[in-house]
């Protein structure tokens, strides 16, 4: 899904087949903003690394997951977290983060990296 401007969901049909081949993953992942981690099979889901190796802000949805490293790592410095029920809301939301405030977050993205990492 595309809005024309600024969003872009891209979705598969589980088999790595349909309207997604066209997309380069690690060119979209590179200049994406935000990255969306929806809930993984186990405490969380690998999609918060791949955000951050990328440097991404990741976008936790999920109600209770438990989040890696979470001693030495402040996630709210550099992530955003939203329920399940807010999905539909996720571009309002992520628009109504001030400018400067994602320009810190992204900012601290390769801090973390490294953090990431090497823990």
Not at 102 to 116: E, F, H, S
Request: proline share 6%; hydrophobic share 45%.
């Amino acid at each position: 899904l595309h809005n024309g401007r600024d969003l872009i969901m891209v979705c598969t049909n589980g088999g790595g087949r349909g309207s997604a081949q066209h997309w380069d993953y690690k060119t979209l992942m590179l200049s994406s903003v935000f990255s969306v981690a929806p809930a993984g099979n186990g405490l969380h889901s690998f999609r918060l690394a791949e955000a951050i190796f990328f440097g991404s802000i990741p976008v936790i949805v999920d109600d209770e997951v438990t989040l890696p490293f979470c001693s030495v790592l402040d996630w709210r410095r550099f992530s955003v977290r939203i329920r399940q029920s807010q999905v539909s809301q996720l571009p309002q939301l992520l628009r109504a983060i001030p400018p400067a405030e994602v320009a810190r977050m992204q900012t601290r993205l390769p801090g973390v990296k490294r953090k990431y990492i090497f823990f």
